[in-house]
C-alpha cells in the first residue's frame, strides 16, 4: 500500500511539473540544468522542486512525443543535450495551460467566499 | 526502442553533467568547492532513484501495473483460502465440464477428416424411395466411374473380417476389400510398398494385400522384409503389397486391405446385390448439386438398360465426413448447451461470492481511491483477481475435463465416432483458456463496478462493513437465475430418464436375458465345399449344446438390435411382377433350426424349421407377423408360396412374432417385414459368404465368465486355428442399441446433478448471508415476541419463494427448449416434451433440495439470542 500511496503523489507533482518544462521550452531549447534553474527564476523560487525529479519528468515527455532532443553545447562551452519543445508538446501545452486556468480558477472560487466568512 | 536504449545510456552522464554545473554555479557564488558540491548533491535529490524513475518512465506501465495488481491479487485470495477455494473448484468442475464437451465436439464434429482436402471427399449412394443410403452395386459403380465426370477419383469398398492363420497364432483381423484408387481418393499412400493397381481389380489376379502400420508393427516387428511375403487369410495366400502409414483409418480399424477383386464374386458380379460402399472426390470446382445431376443421368441410362434391377433407383451423394459424424452433432450440440448452462450456473455461484466479498471490502476501495487511485485502476484490480481465480480454475478444469472424458469413453466405447481422436489438445487448450478468460471478466465486471462505484465518503464514514440491501438484490436475481437454469437441465435428464424408461418397457419381441452371442472363425480346412460347411456349423453347434447350462443355442447371420443389415426383395407367388427396387423388401435371417427356441421368439403359426429342411428338400420359409399381417390379411399365409430374389420360390411353413431389429424404439418404417431360412437350404455359391456373417447365440443361465471358456474349449477342441471373438451378452446388444439415448441422458443427468449441487450451494450462501444482516432485525422481531418457528418460517419462505420463482421461469424456458430439441432429434421416445410427471417430479426435487439449503441458515437464525444480537450495536 504505501509505495503506492506515494506513487500516486508523485504522479499529482508530476503532471504540474511536465506543464512547467512545457512552458519554460516555449522560450527554446534549453539543456536540463538550463531548465531547473528557470522554473526556479520564474516561479521567484517558490516552487521548491528537487531538481532531479526532472529527469524522469523529461524522459517521459520524450517518450510522449512532446519534447525531442539534440546535441548542443552549453554556454560554458560544454557538449550538453538539448531539449525542444515539439509541434506536438506545442498542442499539448496550449491544451494542459487551458486545463490548468480552469483548476486554478475554480479552487479560487472556492476559497475567496471563505476568506470572506473568515473575516466577519 | 532504439530510442530509449541511447537515451538511458547516456542517462548517468547527463546527471554527472547536471551535478557538475550546478556544483559550478555554487563555487561562483563563493562557496568552497567542497560545500558546492554537498549543496548541488542535496538540491538533485536521491541520484539512485531519480535514475530509477527515469528508467520507469521508458518502461511499459500496464505489465508493471499488471504484476503489481497479480501479486496484490495472490496475497488477497492466500488471506482467505476457504474463499478462494470454493470459487476455484467451483469453475474448475464448470470450466471441466465445458472442456470436456468441447473436446469431444472437436474431435467429432469440427475437426477436418484426416486427408488432403477432405471437404472434397463423399460417399456415394444409390437410392430407391423411402431408403436414402443404399449400398451401390459393383457393376453400378463399375458404370458411374466410367460416365461421370465429376469426380477426379471413384472407389468401392466393402466391409470384411478376416481370420488370419499364418505366421503365429490364429487372430481375428477387421479389414476391407477395396478397388484399387481407394487409398489414392483419399489421398494417402502407402509408407512401404506400393499401392494395388488396376491389375488387381480383375479376377483371378494374384491375391494381394495392403496392411496397416499397427499389423506390421505386431505381426512382422516392423521388418522391412514383410513385403512381397505371403500370408494366410481365411485359408487363402495373399502376397504383401504395402504397409500404410502409421494411424490411417477410415471410419473402422481396419488392418488388412484386399481387392474387392479376390472377395466374393456374387458381391460384384450381380447387378441387383447391393453390397459396394463407394467413396469419391469431387474435382475443383464442382458442387455436390453438379455431381448429383450427373448421377441422376447416369442412373436414369442404368434405368433404361436394365429395367429390372436398376429401375427406379437414383443417386445420393454425402459429404463423407457429414456421412462418419452421422446424426450425433445435433446430440453434442445439445450437450455442450447443458454444460453452458452448467458453468453458467457456476459463475452465479462465483458472482455471488465475490459479491459477498466486495461488499465487504467496500472500505478498503475507499481509502484507495481517497488516496488517488482512480476508478478505472480499482476495476482492474478486481478483474486481476477474478481472472486469477478463473484461470486457476481454468487449470484444475483441464483435469477435470481428461478424466471425464477418459471415463465416458471407457463407458461408451462405440457409441461416438473418430472417438480416438479426442483429447486435450491445443485448440482444446484455447477453449480452456478463453472460456477462463471469458468467465473471469464477466463474473468479475460486477462486483468490480459496483465497488468502483461505491460512495467514498459514506463509506468512509460509516464503520459499516458495507452496503448490503443493493448487494441482496443482485444475488437473489442470481440465485432466481440459477433455479432456473437448474431446473432447465433437470427437465432434460428427466425427460431423457423416462425415455429409456420406456425403451425398456419396449418388448423386443424375443427374451433378451441370458443370451451370449459370439463369432466363431471355422478352420478354413473344414470349410471347403458348401457341404463341408454345412456340415462343420452343425457339428460345431452340437458340441456347443452339450456344454453343460447351454439350454439352447443355434446361429444367425444377423444379431437382432446389433445394426447389421441383410435386407432384398421378396414377392408373394411365384411371378417376379416388377423391377426389384419397387418390389417389397425384407429383412433375412439366415438361421439354424433351434434359433427360434434360443432367441424365445414366440411361434404364431405352423412350426420353425428342423433338422429335416435341407439343401435337398423342398425350400421353406418361415415369416413375421408384420409380413402376414401386410401380406396377407385374408389368408393363412401358411402354405403360400414367397419367392425370395437371389434364392428360391418357396413355401410358408411358419408366421413367427416381428422382432425389433432396428431398435427398440424403431417406427419400423425400414424393412420392417421379417423373413427367416433355414442357412442349411442356402445354395451353395451363397454359403460362404454367409457363413462368414454367422454369430452364434446361446441360450444359459450362467454367466459370460463361466460359459465362455467352455465354449473355447469345444471350439479349439476341432482345431488351432479357430478364433472366438465379438463376445457379447444380448443385454449388452440392447443398451449399446440405446447408446444414442444413453449417453445423452447419462451426461446431462451428471450436469444436472452438477448445477443441482451449485445452485443449492448458491441459495445456501445468499440466506445465510442474508440471515447474518439480520441478525439484529432478527433480535429486535424475537425480542418482541416473536417465536422461533416464526423466524424459521421466515427464512424457510424467503428461500422458497426465490426458488419459486427461478422454478416458474424455468419450467416456461424447459417447455420451449424441449419442444425444440424434440422436434429436430429422436431423443424422446414414449414421452412428450411437456410430460407432466417430469415436470412435476422434477419441481418437486428442486423445492425440495432449496429447503434443505435453506434449513441451515434458518435453524440459525431461529436460535438468535436476543440479547446477543441487540447488543451487537
Known sequence: ?120 | MRRRKRMLEELDQDIRDHIEMETQENIERGLSPEEARYAALRKFGNVTRVAEETRAAWSSMWIEQLLQDLSYGIRALRKNPGFATVIVLTLALGIGANTAIFSVVRAVVLAPLPYPQPDRLVMVWESRPNVKTLSASYPDFLEWQRNTRSFGMMAALTFRDYDLTSAGAPQHLNGMEVSSGFFATLGVEPAKGHDFTPLEDLPHGTPAVIISDRLWRTRFASSPQALGKSILLDGTEYTIFGVLPPGFRFISDADVYTSLAQGEPLLYNDRTIHAIVSIARLKPGVSIGQAEGEMSAVQESLDRLYPVADGNLGANIVPLKQQIVGDVGGTLILLLGAVGIVLLIACANVANLLLVRSAARTREFAIRSALGASRARVVRQLLTESVLLAMTGGILGLIVAELGVSQMLAEFPQSLPRAETIGVNLPVLLFAFSISLAVGIAFGLAPARKSSRADVQSSLKSGDRGSTRSHLGSQSALVIIQMALTLVLLVGAGLLLRSIGGLRKVNPGFNTHHVVTFKVGLSPSLTRTASDTRMAYQQLLDRIRRIPGVQAADFTNIVPLSEQDNGGPFWVGPQQSTSMQDAPHALYFETGPEYLNTMEIPLLRGRFFTPADTADSEPVIVISSVLANTYFRDQDPVGQTITVAHWHTARVIGVVGNVRHWGLGDPGTYNPSQIYISFYQLSDQWIPAFARALSVAVRTPLDVATIMPAVRNVVYGTGGDQPVYSVRTMQQVVSESMASQRLPMILLAVFAALALFLASVGIYGVISYSVTQRVQEIGVRMALGAAKRQIFKMVIGQGLRLALVGLTIGAAAALILARLISSFSHLLYGVGPSDPVTFVSVSLVLTGVAVLACYIPARRASRVDPMVALRRE
Open chain 1, 1 to 120: 500500500m504505501s509505495t503506492k500511496e506515494q506513487r500516486e503523489r508523485i504522479e499529482l507533482l508530476q503532471g504540474t511539473l511536465d506543464l512547467l518544462i512545457l512552458r519554460t521550452l516555449l522560450l527554446g531549447p534549453a539543456h536540463g540544468h538550463a531548465i531547473a534553474k528557470a522554473i526556479e527564476f520564474n516561479s521567484d523560487d517558490v516552487l521548491q522542486v528537487e531538481q532531479g525529479s526532472l529527469y524522469p519528468a523529461l524522459h517521459r515527455l520524450i517518450k510522449r512525443g512532446w519534447v525531442s532532443v539534440e546535441a548542443g553545447i552549453s554556454e560554458n562551452n560544454r557538449r550538453a543535450k538539448f531539449y525542444r519543445l515539439t509541434t506536438k508538446g506545442r498542442r499539448q501545452l496550449a491544451v494542459e495551460t487551458s486545463k490548468w486556468e480552469r483548476l486554478a480558477g475554480a479552487i479560487a472560487r472556492i476559497l475567496r467566499p471563505a476568506a470572506q466568512e473568515g473575516k466577519s
